[in-house]
C-alpha cells in the first residue's frame, strides 16, 4: 500500500525515529586511527555530517570485535545480532568508528515498513484442481512460506494454516496492522469466509501451504532493518524444521548505497544460498507527487541480487491479460551506482497483480479501521480488505512460488527464478 507518514515509536533499549537516535559523545581516548575509511550508508552519512547527537548502527563482525569497538569509543551495544550488533552512539563516535582499520562498512538501523482475482489472473487456479477433487492438484501442500510483515491475525481463511508465530517487536503478538494478514491471505488463505455456492470468491495463491509467521512490524506499519535481519536468521535456522521453501518480504526501505554494503540485503543472499526463495516487493516509488515518473528507485531488500523482486501489475480487474498494465506507483529500476552506469542491473524481477486486491482483513487493526470503504464482506460472512501495493504483488507470487516445489521438489532458488521469468 502506499507509504504513510513514518513515527518514531519505542523499540527495546532503542529510541530511533526515521533517521536513528541514541547516545551521547563519551570520552574515547586513544582511538585506533587509521588510513581506513568505511563504506557508510547514506543516511549514516547524512547524520554523520548533521552532528547528531544519537544514532543506532548496524555493525557486522565477530563478538569479540564487537566488545572492542563498543569499549574503544564509547559505544553501547543496544543489540546483538547473529553476525554483529547494534551500536548506540552520537554521529561524532560514529565519524571516529568509521575511520577503525578493522571496520568495513555502518548502515544505520533503518525504519522499515510494508508496502499491500490475482489466483486467476494469474493462473494459478488452473493448477488447483485434479481428478480427483477442487484442490487436489498444486496448491503449495507441505511447502511452508515464512511471512515477515506485522503479523497474522485470526480469520476464517487462515485457520489452522500457521504453522508457527513468532514475534521480533516488544509489541503484543497479532496483527495491529493489518498488512501481514493481508499478504498471508493473498498467498494461501482458503477463501472460507467468502464461499457462494460450492466456490470462493478469495482464495489465495497456494491454499494447501503452511503459513509462518514473523512479526517485525508494529501497530504504525514500521519495524526495524535489525529485527528483519533476526527474523531472516531465525528463517534460515528454521527451514528444515518448518518446512520453509520460500520467505516473503513484503517491506523495505529507501535504497541506501549499494547492496553489497546492505545488511538487510546481504541477510537475504545468506537466506538465498541456505535454499530459500526470497520474494521481495519492489516499493511503491514509482512517480513523484506530481506525477512524474521516477526510475532508479527499487527499495532495499528488493535491490539485491539474489532476491526474486516484484512489482505491482493492474489488472483492471479482469481475468484477461489483455487490458494489463504495470501500477504507475510501482517503483522501477535500475539498480546500481547512479554515476556509474556499468553498475546498473535490471530490476524489478517480474511483475504481478497488485493494484485493488481483495484478502483477509484483520478487524480491529489500523487498517481496518482507517479504510472502512475498503472493507468487503465475504459470502460466509469472512472479514476482506481491498488493498494496493507492491507488498500484494509480492504475496501472490510468494504464492506461486510456493506451488512449484511441490510439484519439483529439488527446484533451487535460481531454477525458480528462471521459471517464474520465462
Do not use: C
Request: charged share 15%; net charge neutral; aromatic share 6%.
Amino acid at each position: 500500500m502506499a507509504p504513510h507518514s513514518l513515527v518514531s515509536r519505542p523499540h527495546s533499549t532503542k529510541l530511533i525515529t526515521l533517521i536513528g537516535l541514541s547516545f551521547g559523545l563519551l570520552a574515547v581516548p586513544g582511538l585506533a586511527v587509521a588510513q581506513n575509511r568505511a563504506d557508510l550508508s547514506r543516511g549514516l552519512a547524512k547524520q554523520i555530517q548533521a552532528g547528531a547527537e544519537r544514532v543506532q548502527v548496524i555493525y557486522e563482525g565477530p563478538q569479540a570485535e564487537v566488545e572492542r569497538l563498543a569499549q574503544a569509543y564509547g559505544l553501547r551495544v543496544a543489540k546483538r545480532l547473529p553476525g554483529g550488533a547494534v551500536f548506540s552512539g552520537s554521529g561524532q563516535q560514529f565519524d571516529a568508528l568509521a575511520q577503525d582499520a578493522g571496520v568495513g562498512s555502518l548502515s544505520q538501523d533503518e525504519l522499515v515498513m510494508g508496502m499491500s482475482l490475482a489466483a486467476q489472473s494469474t493462473g494459478a487456479s488452473q493448477l488447483f484442481k485434479t481428478f480427483a477433487g477442487n484442490y487436489s492438484g498444486l496448491v503449495g501442500r507441505g511447502i511452508g512460506v515464512a511471512v515477515i510483515d506485522s503479523g497474522i491475525a485470526a480469520h476464517s481463511d487462515l485457520r489452522n494454516r500457521i504453522l508457527y508465530s513468532a514475534n521480533f517487536t516488544d509489541e503484543p503478538d497479532g496483527d495491529l496492522y493489518g498488512h501481514g494478514t493481508h499478504v498471508a491471505g493473498i498467498i494461501g488463505g482458503s477463501g472460507f469466509g467468502s464461499r457462494v455456492g460450492r466456490d470462493s470468491q478469495h482464495v489465495g495463491m497456494a491454499p494447501g501451504a503452511s503459513l509462518i509467521s514473523l512479526k517485525v512490524l508494529g501497530a504504525d506499519g514500521t519495524g526495524y532493518v535489525s529485527d528483519v535481519i533476526e527474523a531472516i536468521e531465525w528463517t534460515i535456522r528454521n527451514r528444515e524444521r518448518y518446512g520453509i521453501r520460500v520467505l516473503n518480504l513484503s517491506l523495505g526501505h529507501p535504497a541506501s548505497g549499494s547492496y553489497a554494503n546492505d545488511p538487510m540485503a546481504k541477510a537475504v543472499e545468506r537466506a538465498v544460498a541456505a535454499g530459500i526463495v526470497v520474494i521481495a516487493s519492489a516499493g511503491n516509488l514509482g512517480k513523484l507527487p506530481d506525477g512524474t515518473p521516477l526510475v532508479g528507485a527499487i527499495v532495499s531488500p528488493g535491490y539485491t541480487p539474489g532476491a526474486l523482486t516484484v512489482g505491482a501489475l493492474n489488472t483492471r480487474g479482469t481475468v484477461s491479460r489483455s487490458d494489463d498494465g504495470v501500477a504507475t506507483f510501482s517503483s522501477r529500476g535500475p539498480v546500481g551506482d547512479e554515476d556509474q552506469p556499468g553498475t546498473w542491473e535490471l530490476k524489478p524481477d517480474l511483475v504481478a497483480p497488485g493494484n485493488a486486491v481483495i484478502s483477509a482483513g484483520a478487524e480491529g487493526s489500523y487498517l481496518w479501521n482507517t479504510y472502512p470503504q475498503r472493507r468487503v464482506a465475504g459470502g460466509t460472512g469472512g472479514s476482506y480488505l481491498t488493498l494496493s501495493g507492491s507488498s500484494m504483488a509480492a504475496a501472490v507470487v510468494s504464492g506461486a512460488v510456493a506451488q512449484l516445489p511441490q510439484a519439483e521438489p529439488d527446484m533451487t532458488p535460481a531454477q525458480v527464478k528462471f521459471a517464474l521469468q520465462y
